[in-house]
T-cell receptor
């Protein structure tokens, strides 16, 4: 069964450093998402991406964040200058083009900012 | 504002019994609801969904009930097994939007 994959599973970085989190969505999916989950809290929407552009973003997704689909398979989230409060699990999700379709989530990348 | 919330943060159930996890939502514009299961260290896993034009939907061992009058959603798990131990999130989406809004989660633990 196809699934969303994410790398790395755990990323440790120093405050102020740039990080890139990578995702490979399910191959026939057209909509891509990033969510984050701070330890012990609920999952929060960050950004949605369709047709090579951001379709929606939350207030969390400020100028320090960017997303890119550099090729036909990868979808990345970049944080330019990490802060301590960026420490969280970051989940990638994807779905087909049908509005009725469910989003399928990857296993997540745990980001630890020191 | 919009919010999706859960009545109970933890639920302990005897193995073999049925589990019922409840959720309240406040956005009457929501027309699509989903239940996700999250095991420790993993991403949310889709369990079942329901559209606002339905009040009940059944899957394998799971049933979702939707009461739009009181903006209430529930997940019923039949014959709860140890593998059902996880945090369960209800979530909502409006058909005009793409993002999913998650509730705060209920931890389900199973007693042997």
């Amino acid at each position: 069964e196809p699934e969303v994959t994410q790398t790395p599973s755990h990323q440790v970085t120093q405050m102020g450093q740039e990080v890139i989190l990578r995702c490979v969505p399910i191959s026939n999916h057209l909509y891509f998402y990033w969510y984050r989950q701070i330890l012990g809290q609920k999952v929060e929407f960050l950004v949605s991406f369709y047709n090579n552009e951001i379709s929606e973003k939350s207030e969390i997704f400020d100028d320090q964040f960017s997303v890119e689909r550099p090729d036909g398979s990868n979808f990345t989230l970049k944080i330019r200058s990490t802060k301590l409060e960026d420490s969280a699990m970051y989940f990638c999700a994807s779905r087909t083009g049908a509005l009725t379709d469910t989003q399928y989530f990857g296993p997540g990348t745990r980001l630890t900012v020191l | 504002g919009e919010s999706v919330g859960l009545h109970l943060p933890t639920l302990s159930v005897q193995e073999g019994d049925n589990s019922i996890i409840n959720c309240a939502y406040s956005n009457s514009a929501s027309d699509y609801f989903i239940w996700y299961k999250q095991e420790s260290g993993k991403g949310p896993q889709f369990i079942i969904d329901i559209r606002s034009n339905m009040d009940k939907r059944q899957g394998q061992r799971v049933t979702v009930l939707l009461n739009k009058t009181v903006k209430h959603l529930s997940l019923q798990i039949a014959a709860t097994q140890p593998g059902d131990s996880a945090v369960y999130f209800c979530a909502e989406r409006r058909s005009s939007a793409s993002k999913i809004i998650f509730g705060s989660g209920t931890r389900l633990s199973i007693r042997p």
